[in-house]
């Protein structure tokens, strides 16, 4: 992995990172059922974005590879595999 090439995702992942913080934070000082679950479920569409955004790049890599007629580090079977561990 490159991380020139997954800007996106880590950014994606530190925003995770601080809401997941702000979850915990909630959570030790008894704060809002509601309000914890719903920044719960920001943490999780957060960390599905990211996989998904490094799968989608991990697929234009390897197409990258293909077409300049190098070995992809990848297979096809393999990225979806990786895809629909996310799914």
Do not use: N, Y
């Amino acid at each position: 992995m490159e991380p020139e090439l997954l800007g996106d995702a880590l950014t994606r992942l530190r925003r995770a990172q601080g809401q997941l913080a702000g979850v915990i934070e909630a959570i030790e000082e008894g704060g809002d059922c509601a309000h914890v679950l719903t920044q719960l479920a920001a943490v999780s569409r957060a960390l599905d974005r990211a996989g998904f955004k490094i799968v989608a790049t991990g697929m234009r890599h390897c197409q990258a590879a293909r077409d300049s007629g190098d070995e992809p580090p990848m297979t096809e079977r393999e990225l979806e595999r990786l895809f629909l561990a996310l799914a």
